[in-house]
């Protein structure tokens, strides 16, 4: 690196395949590094989203607190005062906005997301 041949988020991937290699295989190592630059780099979602089923009819703050993408109801409305809450890739700006019934992705920046199943 210190030549300038390397770049060195290069050399960070390299590092991460390895050790990932390591301590499981190594094409859980490169799986690893693809699964990061699909999501990381590029903005895709994950392939294992996670998802919570909501008893009946939810508020968007009740569903992000069951969901665990917010540790309470007031760290809820401040994600969403802070624009960073995403319903079916829609910013919600709304505290009393509903979940509507069926199943829906439910986002909170660009790094978490849940999907969610249940509703008004």
Do not use: W
């Amino acid at each position: 690196m210190a030549e300038g041949r390397a770049h060195p988020k290069q050399a960070k991937v390299d590092l991460a395949v390895e050790l990932v290699g390591r301590f499981h295989a190594e094409a859980a190592g490169k799986e690893a590094a693809a699964e990061f630059e699909r999501v990381f780099s590029k903005g895709a979602l994950p392939e294992d989203i996670p998802s919570v089923e909501l008893p009946g009819p939810a508020t968007l703050i009740a569903a992000l607190v069951a969901a665990k993408l917010c540790s309470s109801n007031g760290d809820a409305r401040r994600k969403i005062k802070e624009k960073a809450v995403d319903l079916d890739q829609t910013r919600i700006e709304d505290e009393k906005a509903a979940v509507p019934a069926g199943k829906h992705l439910l986002r909170v920046g660009r790094r978490y997301a849940y999907v969610v199943v249940g509703g008004l």
